[in-house]
C-alpha cells in the first residue's frame, strides 16, 4: 500500500523554478532517499509535502486522500512529521519540554481544566511526560531531560528533533539531513535510528548527501536535479544509471 | 529565530576590529557642546565639569566597579537559588514560605500609612496588567505596544455600564472582561498576518485609535473631562471603598492572576506558546495551529489588561483618556522587561520596582522621566534579560 | 433602463464632480501636500535606518522635534544680536545649518551610545533602547526648555498667493520645493556617490558589503547623520508653518512618519517619500470631508488597511523565511 503519492508537484519562486513535476510514491513502512546536487529542490519538495510551502500546481496524496496545499499543523495532525535541514529547536526550552509539546495535537485538555487541575488534565499531563521520555529513551537523550536544548552538542540536537518529530507519532517522516556535519560514529548511530523507526512502523523518507547512508538504508531513491525527477529506483538501479552518474560528475565522465 | 542568529552572527565580523576609545575630555566636550544651545553656555559648563568628574572617576573604578557587579550578580543568583529551593523544595517549606508571604501581605494595612497602601494598590493594578502582557510578549514572544488600548477598554466599560445603565461591580465585570477579550480577538484577526516590527506598529496604532475615540466621542465619553462617579465594588451589601479593604480586594485579584496565569503557562497551551516564541515555523512543523495559539495569547492577555482596567477604574472611580497613553502602554512594557521575559515572580517584582521608585523618588519629580529613559537604554545594554533573567526579549516575530 | 442607469451614474457623479471643483479640494490638497511634504522627510530618516539596521528607530521623531527647537533657540539668538533685522534670508539660512549640524550630531551620538552596543543583541533590545531613547530626549527639552508651547518667532510674513479662492501661503511653497529638493539631492546622493551606492550594499548583505572592504559602522553612522539633518529641516520647517512647537510633537510626527514609511515599504526610499505625501493628503482631505476630530487617527486606520491587504507595504517585497 502507498502512504504517500506526489504527482506533477511543481513549485515555482517569481521565475525560478525550483521543482517542476516531480512524481513518486512511498510505500508504507519504507525508506525513501531523495537525492540530488545543492539547489536540486529537495528541502522545496519537503516544503511542499508539509504545507510550509504552496505548491504552484500538482497533487500530494496521503492515505489516498488529497492533501495539496494543507496547513502545516494540519499535515501534523494527519501524521506527518519532519526535522529541518539547519536545526529548529525550541532552544531556550529544556530537552524534555521539545518532546512534551511535540504532543500538543494528540492531546486535548483546555484552559479550564489546565486551571483546576482536574484528574483528567493530571493525567494527561503525566501520560505526555511519560511519553516524552520514551521518545528521549528510543533517541538516547533520557539523561539529558533538564538540559537547556539550544546548550545540547550538535550531533544530539539532531537526534532530539527526531524525538520531537517522533513525538506527534507519524505515520510518515521526512527527515532533511539527518546525517549532515556528523562524524562516521555519529552516522553510523543515526542510520541505525533510521532503521529504528522503521521498526516502529513508521514510513521515512530522508534528504540524504552521504551516499553511504542513501545505499545502506534505502529500498527506493529518487534523483533530483534542477528541480526535475531524473531517476528513481532501488540503490542497484541508482548506481548504474547514467544519468544520475552525470548530474553528479559532469557530462565529461 | 535562525535567520536573525544567522545575521547576528555575520555582524560579528567587523567586532574583531579595535574600536577607538575615546578619551573623557572629548566625550563630556561633545555632550556638552550638544547641549549648549538648550540652557546656555553656563549650564553647559557645569555639564562639562561634572561629566568629565564623572568619567574619570568611572573610569579609575571601573576595575571596583566590575566586581561590584559581580558581587550583584552573585547576590541575585543566591536568591533565585533559594527561590528556586522554595519552589521545588519540599511541600512543606513551600508551604511555609508562602504562608509567611501572606501574612505579611495581610499584615500591611494594619502597621503602613495611607499612601503607602495607595501606592501598594496601584502596584497591584500593576501586575495584572503587566502579567497580561507577558503572556503576549513573554509567552507567545509577540510585540504589542498598544497593550494599554485593553486596559483603556475594560475600565471605560466599567464606567458606561455602571454610569449609563447602573450595573453594579460584580454584574459589570464579567460583560466588561466578555467585552475586552472580544477586543484582543478583533485587533488580533488582522494584527497576526503581521511580522514583528509590523504587528508592533499596528498594536501601537490600535492603541492610538481606542485612545483616540474615548478622547473624541464626547455624547457617550464627555471627551478629555472623563467619566466620574463610578461606583467601588461592594461585597455583602458594604462598599470596599476604604483603602485598607480596597487593598484587600486588590490582593485577591492579583493572586488569582497569578495562580491562573502559573497554571495555564504549565499546561500544554503554555508551552505551545514558548514553542511559538521560540520558532514560529517549527512549532507548525510539531502540529501547533500558530494562528490560534497567537489569538488565545492576545485575547487571554487582554482578558487581565481588562481586569486591571475594571479595577482601576473602580479604585478612582474615575477615568479619562489621559491614563491611557503610550507612555502607559511603554511603562508596563518596561516593568515586564525589568523583571524578564516571562518570569511570573520576575515581573510581580519589575511591576513594585517601577510603581514604588518613582513615588521614592518624589524629591527628584522632574528627573524621573529622564531616568527612566536612560534606564532603559542602560537595561538593554547590560541586562537585557531582565533581573530574573527569564528570557531576553527576542525577535518580535 | 438607460435612463435609470444614466441617472444612478449621474447621481454618484455629481458630488465627486462638485468635490473635484471646489476649491476647498484644491485648498486641501495644497495642504495635505505641505504636511506630506514633511512626514515624507521624517520617513525617509526611517526607512534609511530601518534599511540598514533593521531597527525601528522610535527616537526619530525626537530628533524631528529637536530640530523645531533648535530653529526658535537660534532664530532667537541672531534676533538678540541683531542679525535678523541685518539680513533675514542669512539668519534663516544659518539657522537652517546650525539645526542641521546639532540635529546630526545628535543623531550620531545617539547610534554610538544606544543602538550600536546592541547590535548583536536580538532584534527588540535595540528598539526598548530606541524608546528610552526617545522618553530622554522629550524630557531633556521639557526640562531644559520648558513644559509649555513655544513661540516661532514672526519674522516671516504669513503672506501668500490667492488663486481662485485657493491660498497658498510662501511658507507652504518654501516647505514643498524644500520637501522635493532634498529628495532628489537625497535620490542622486544614493544613486549616484560612492557613499550611497556602499549604504545600498550594506542595506543589502552586511557580511559582502564588509568582505569588499565597505566600513559598516561608519555607513551606519551615516545613515544617522544624513537621516537626522532631513528631520532638522522638516522640524524647523514644520515649526515655522504652525508657529508653535512643544516637547511632545516628536511623538505623534514620528509614528505618523513611521506609518508612511511602512505605506510605502520599508526600507524603500521612493516608499517613504510616497508614502509621506500620500498620508498627508489621506489626512488633510479627511479631516476636510470626514471629521477632523480624528485626523490622528486617520493614519493608524490607512495603515491597518493596506497593512491587511499588502502585508510589506506598497512598494515592499515580501520575504518568505527560508526553511
Known amino acids: 500500500m502507498y502512504l504517500l503519492e506526489v504527482r506533477d508537484l511543481t513549485k515555482h519562486f517569481g521565475g525560478i523554478r525550483a521543482i517542476e513535476e516531480v512524481r513518486f510514491r512511498a510505500r508504507e513502512g519504507s525508506i525513501t532517499s531523495v537525492i540530488g546536487p545543492n539547489g536540486a529542490g529537495k528541502t522545496t519538495l519537503f516544503n511542499c509535502l508539509t504545507g510550509i510551502t504552496r505548491p504552484t500546481k500538482g497533487v500530494v496524496s496521503f492515505l489516498n486522500n488529497e492533501i495539496t496545499g494543507i496547513k502545516p499543523d494540519k499535515a501534523v495532525k494527519l501524521g506527518i512529521s519532519r526535522t529541518f535541514q539547519n536545526i529548529r529547536l525550541f532552544r531556550e526550552m529544556s530537552v524534555l519540554e521539545n518532546v512534551m509539546v511535540s504532543q500538543h495535537c494528540r492531546t486535548r485538555s483546555g484552559l479550564l481544566s489546565a486551571i483546576i487541575k482536574n484528574k483528567a488534565f493530571k493525567n494527561e499531563e503525566q501520560a505526555i511526560r511519560e511519553k516524552a521520555l520514551e521518545y528521549l529513551e528510543l533517541v538516547g537523550l533520557e539523561n539529558y531531560s533538564d538540559t537547556v536544548s539550544g546548550n545540547l552538542p550538535y550531533g544530539s540536537q539532531k537526534r532530539l528533533e527526531i524525538a520531537r518529530a517522533v513525538a506527534t507519532e507519524p505515520r510518515l517522516i521526512l527527515l532533511d539531513e539527518p546525517t549532515a556535519g556528523m562524524n562516521p560514529q555519529e552516522t553510523a548511530e543515526m542510520m541505525g535510528l533510521i532503521r529504528k523507526l522503521r521498526e516502529l512502523g513508521k514510513t521515512v523518507i530522508l534528504i540524504e548527501h552521504d551516499m553511504k547512508v542513501v545505499m545502506g538504508i534505502s529500498e527506493n531513491i529518487v534523483v533530483l536535479d534542477h528541480g526535475v525527477k531524473i531517476a528513481e529506483g532501488t540503490p542497484e538501479e541508482i548506481k548504474r544509471n547514467p544519468l544520475v552518474i552525470e548530474a553528479y560528475l559532469g557530462k565529461e565522465h | ?397 | 433602463m438607460l435612463p435609470i442607469y444614466t441617472y444612478l451614474i449621474f447621481s454618484v457623479l455629481k458630488p465627486l464632480l462638485f468635490l473635484l471643483k471646489s476649491s476647498v479640494f484644491v485648498q486641501q490638497v495644497i495642504n495635505g501636500l505641505t504636511v506630506g511634504g514633511v512626514y515624507a522627510l521624517i520617513a525617509l530618516g526611517y526607512t534609511m535606518v530601518y534599511g540598514i539596521l533593521e531597527l525601528i528607530n522610535f527616537a526619530h521623531g525626537e530628533i524631528y522635534m529637536l530640530g523645531a527647537y533648535l530653529g526658535i533657540i537660534f532664530l532667537g539668538f541672531f534676533t538678540a544680536i541683531g542679525l535678523t533685522s541685518f539680513s533675514l534670508p542669512l539668519s534663516l539660512f544659518l539657522a537652517f545649518i546650525l539645526s542641521i549640524i546639532f540635529c546630526s550630531s545628535y543623531g550620531y551620538t545617539m547610534e554610538k551610545i544606544a543602538y550600536k552596543p546592541l547590535r548583536n543583541a536580538p532584534r527588540l533590545s535595540p528598539l526598548i533602547s530606541a524608546i528610552g531613547v526617545s522618553i530622554f530626549l522629550q524630557n531633556y527639552v521639557m526640562l531644559t526648555q520648558g513644559a509649555t508651547d513655544k513661540v516661532f518667532p514672526h519674522i516671516v510674513e504669513n503672506a501668500g498667493l490667492e488663486i481662485g479662492g485657493v491660498s497658498v501661503t510662501y511658507i507652504q511653497l518654501f516647505i514643498i520645493t524644500v520637501s522635493v529638493l532634498m529628495m532628489l539631492s537625497l535620490h542622486i546622493f544614493i544613486t549616484r556617490t560612492r557613499m550611497g551606492k556602499a549604504m545600498r550594499a550594506v542595506a543589502q548583505d552586511k557580511t559582502m558589503a564588509s568582505l569588499v572592504g565597505i566600513n559598516i559602522d561608519t555607513v551606519i553612522s551615516v545613515t544617522f547623520v544624513i537621516g537626522s539633518g532631513l528631520a532638522a529641516v522638516a522640524g524647523l520647517m514644520v515649526a515655522s508653518y504652525y508657529g508653535l512647537v512643544n516637547y511632545s510633537i516628536g511623538y505623534i510626527a514620528g509614528i505618523k512618519a513611521f506609518t508612511a514609511a511602512v505605506l510605502g515599504g520599508i526600507g524603500s526610499i521612493p516608499g517613504a517619500m510616497f508614502g509621506g505625501i500620500f498620508l498627508g493628503l489621506i489626512e488633510s482631505l479627511s479631516a476636510a470631508y470626514i471629521s477632523p476630530e480624528y485626523k490622528d487617527a486617520y493614519a493608524f486606520i490607512i495603515l491597518i488597511i493596506i497593512l491587511l491587504i499588502k502585508p510589506s507595504g506598497l512598494f515592499g517585497k515580501s520575504q518568505e523565511e527560508k526553511v
Open chain 2, 1 to 397: 529565530m535562525a535567520e536573525s542568529g544567522i545575521q547576528n552572527s555575520k555582524f560579528k565580523i567587523q567586532d574583531s576590529k579595535p574600536g577607538k576609545i575615546h578619551s573623557p575630555f572629548f566625550i563630556a566636550l561633545w555632550l556638552s557642546l550638544l547641549f549648549l544651545p538648550f540652557k546656555g553656555i553656563k549650564a553647559a559648563s557645569i555639564l562639562f565639569v561634572s561629566l568629565l568628574l564623572l568619567l574619570f572617576i568611572f573610569r579609575a573604578f571601573s576595575g571596583y566597579a566590575k566586581i561590584l557587579m559581580d558581587k550583584l550578580n552573585a547576590m541575585r543568583e543566591s536568591i533565585i537559588e533559594r527561590f528556586k529551593a522554595v519552589y521545588a523544595g519540599s511541600e512543606a517549606s513551600g508551604m511555609i514560605a508562602y504562608s509567611l508571604l501572606f501574612v505579611f501581605l495581610f499584615a500591611i494595612p494594619f502597621f503602613a500609612k495611607d499612601y503607602f497602601i495607595d501606592v501598594l494598590i496601584l502596584a497591584g493594578i500593576y501586575i495584572i496588567l503587566a502579567q497580561g502582557l507577558n503572556i503576549v510578549v513573554g509567552f507567545a514572544g509577540l510585540l504589542n505596544l498598544g497593550f494599554v488600548a485593553f486596559y483603556a477598554i475594560g475600565a471605560y466599560s466599567y464606567a458606561l455600564l455602571n454610569t449609563k445603565l447602573g450595573i453594579g461591580f460584580w454584574p459589570a465585570l464579567p460583560l466588561s472582561l466578555a467585552l475586552v477579550t472580544l477586543s484582543g480577538f478583533v485587533l488580533a484577526v488582522p494584527a497576526l498576518r503581521l511580522k514583528g516590527d509590523y504587528l508592533a506598529i499596528v498594536t501601537l496604532g490600535f492603541g492610538e485609535i481606542v485612545r483616540l475615540v474615548f478622547n473624541n466621542w464626547d455624547s457617550l465619553t464627555k471627551g478629555p473631562n472623563g467619566i466620574g462617579g463610578i461606583e467601588p465594588p461592594h461585597l455583602f451589601e458594604m462598599h470596599v471603598s476604604r483603602l485598607s479593604h480596597y487593598y484587600y480586594f486588590i490582593l485577591f485579584f492579583v493572586v488569582l492572576t497569578v495562580f491562573i496565569i502559573r497554571r495555564v503557562k504549565a499546561s500544554r497551551i503554555g508551552r505551545a506558546w514558548l514553542a511559538i516564541r521560540e520558532d514560529e515555523i517549527a512549532a507548525a512543523s510539531i502540529g501547533i495551529n500558530t494562528i490560534s495559539y497567537k489569538l488565545y495569547a492576545f485575547a487571554f492577555g487582554a482578558f487581565w489588561a481588562g481586569l486591571a482596567g475594571v479595577l482601576f477604574a473602580a479604585k478612582m472611580q474615575f477615568v479619562s483618556p489621559e491614563s491611557f497613553t503610550f507612555m502607559e502602554s511603554v511603562l508596563i512594557l518596561c516593568m515586564v522587561i525589568l523583571g524578564g521575559l516571562g518570569s511570573i515572580p520576575g515581573i510581580i517584582l519589575g511591576s513594585v520596582i517601577l510603581v514604588m521608585l518613582p513615588e521614592m523618588l518624589r524629591e527628584v519629580q522632574l528627573y524621573r522621566m529622564i531616568a527612566l529613559g536612560s534606564g532603559l537604554v542602560l537595561l538593554m545594554i547590560f541586562r537585557p534579560q531582565g533581573i530574573f533573567g527569564g528570557k531576553s526579549v527576542s525577535s518580535g516575530g
